[in-house]
């Protein structure tokens, strides 16, 4: 029996019997249950309809990590499972994209996957962001902000949504949206660009805004943002970090995708202008110059689709890791070889500079290019495991640390 450092527990038996004794012990409790696989045949065309067919176990065996780490299936039934959110009584939230759905998955201390998966919130357009606050789950979806009221109380009774803000754009290209409550506790709304490239109102498109939680005094707080898809504030200094997707159609290696870090409201990184700090756009590119935007924190490399991120603050890892920010690269979906379907760690130093990127997770994508999971959004645990949702594989995972 192995122990996980929060308690969660996975055992597998094994009998050191010669063969012929376990042989023979397996032959008579088959004649002894024998008489019963009549009822159970039965049981089973009756129970049938109730259950989703068996499927196959994720190859998590394909995944490579730093020693001392290990990854576990928490959840093979979460069909899209898009952003996560955690509930003050341990609810794990997630959202989704085409399902429409929002899942509240119950997780059971004395196993090391969940015991249940609920689904709260059905019907809804696009439902990416989850965010928890005082009891409620903020939900995206698309032009609305809608709310569920003590959902944690009424997992098998869940409340009406409650509709916060409906003045968002309704176009759904890049119109799935991150959300999360700062440490001033405004809800902040990721607001792609609702193209491949083009020129729109800067104060309704490609930026980050926020909103109180009652859905008044709506602010633009990030402007030349192409679609961000992930967002964290780094501890110790409330400093705003996100992710950005580059554009398309300039080749397989141009644009990277950006780590960017906001110094300021309303400052601009670019878009449609120039891309990842020094590459003019072809069409828009001759009317403002790169020098006139923030360049990024960091080049994350061309189609990676640099969605969650987030700063590890846990104890379980080693020491280095505390302060990094940890990226779930979705991967390509239009590069003549793909790239991404992995997490790495960034790195930062005392003045909070991005001074090394390395891997940290992969083998979602195979060396003949076949793929089986894409990694969408983080969540560290207050345990300092971390979670790692993943739409393609419809999973969560969980990564912990043990000394090797």
């Not at 952003?83 to 998955?105: C, D, E, H, N």
């Not at 949206?177 to 405004?186: E, L, T």
């Not at 290696?253 to 590459?279: I, M, Q």
């Not at 992995?342 to 930062?348: D, G, I, P, T």
């Amino acid at each position: 029996m192995r122990r996980f450092p929060d308690g969660w527990l996975s055992s597998q038996r094994t009998d050191a019997r010669p063969w012929p004794v376990r042989f023979a012990r397996w032959a008579a409790g088959l004649r002894r249950h024998a008489r019963h696989v009549g009822l159970l045949v039965a049981a089973a065309l009756v129970l049938a309809p109730a259950f989703a067919a068996p499927r196959d176990a994720l190859p998590i065996e394909r995944l490579s990590l730093p020693p001392g780490f290990h990854v576990e299936v928490l959840s093979d039934q979460v069909p899209g499972a898009r952003g996560m959110a955690l509930g003050p009584k341990g609810t794990l939230f997630v959202g989704s994209r085409a399902q429409g759905v929002v899942y509240a998955i119950t997780l059971d201390p004395s196993r090391a996957y969940a015991a249940k998966v609920r689904t709260i919130a059905s019907g809804l357009n696009m439902p990416v962001g989850v965010a928890m606050r005082n009891g409620a789950l903020y939900v995206s979806a698309v032009s609305r902000i809608v709310r569920l009221d003590d959902i944690e109380n009424r997992l098998d009774d869940p409340p009406k949504p409650v509709v916060v803000y409906d003045k968002l754009p309704s176009e759904t290209h890049h119109g799935w949206r991150y959300i999360a409550f700062g440490p001033d506790q405004r809800l902040y709304v990721g607001v792609g660009a609702p193209c491949n490239v083009c020129r729109r109102d800067e104060n309704r498109y490609a930026m980050i805004g926020s909103l109180r939680p009652d859905g008044s005094d709506w602010r633009v707080v990030a402007r030349g943002v192409r679609n961000s898809v992930g967002f964290d504030w780094q501890p110790g200094t409330n400093t705003l970090w996100f992710t950005d997707n580059g554009r398309d159609e300039l080749g397989d290696d141009v644009p990277d995708d950006e780590l960017n870090k906001l110094t300021r409201t309303g400052e601009h990184f670019g878009f449609p202008y120039c891309h990842a700090g020094d590459v003019a756009d072809p069409e828009f590119g001759h009317l403002r110059t790169c020098s006139a935007f923030t360049p990024p924190a960091a080049k994350l490399g061309a189609h990676v689709a640099a969605l969650g991120m987030h700063f590890y603050t846990g104890k379980q890892f080693p020491e280095d890791y505390r302060g990094s920010i940890f990226i779930a690269e979705h991967g390509s979906w239009n590069r003549s070889r793909k790239v991404g379907y992995r997490v790495v760690r960034v790195v930062l130093d005392a003045k909070g500079n991005a001074i090394r990127q390395e891997v940290f997770a992969q083998g979602w994508l195979g060396d003949d290019e076949s793929v089986w999971g894409r990694p969408v959004d983080l969540l560290p645990l207050p345990d300092g495991s971390l979670l790692i949702s993943d739409d393609y594989a419809g999973a969560i995972y969980r990564i912990t640390y043990r000394k090797p």
